[in-house]
Nanobody, 118 residues
């Protein structure tokens, strides 16, 4: 299994930027894709961005052009650079790791709060 530790989120004004990092430890060679999800109060958890083991990326339409996901396989980290933040980006953000063995449930980080003020 893998453990995921996320960096602290924070409070930022609309239009600002924030960078989230997630460090993986444990059986990292079992990881396939990684990603970031978010959950706002009263809403379901949703995919923000994902990156495969070969570097292919996928973004939610609401963050395309503003957020960038990257992965450093040497450091076992995945980073989410968030620019032009909007109040609707306010949520708890979760790092996610999916395994090469598809029958294994994904691992989640503990979540980190991002608040964007208007």
């Amino acid at each position: 299994q893998v453990q995921l530790v996320e960096s602290a989120g924070g409070l930022v004004q609309a239009g600002g930027s924030l960078r989230l990092s997630c460090a993986a430890s444990g059986n990292i060679f079992s990881i396939n894709g990684m990603g970031w999800y978010r959950q706002a109060p009263g809403r379901q958890r949703e995919l923000v961005a994902a990156i495969t083991g070969t570097g292919s990326t996928n973004y939610a339409d609401s963050v395309k052009g503003r957020f960038t996901i990257s992965r450093n396989n040497a450091k076992n980290t995945v980073t989410l650079q968030m620019n032009s933040l909007k109040p609707e980006d306010t949520a708890v953000y979760y790092c996610n790791a999916q395994y090469k063995s598809s029958w294994l449930n994904p691992t989640w980080g503990q979540g980190t709060q991002v608040t964007v003020s208007s």
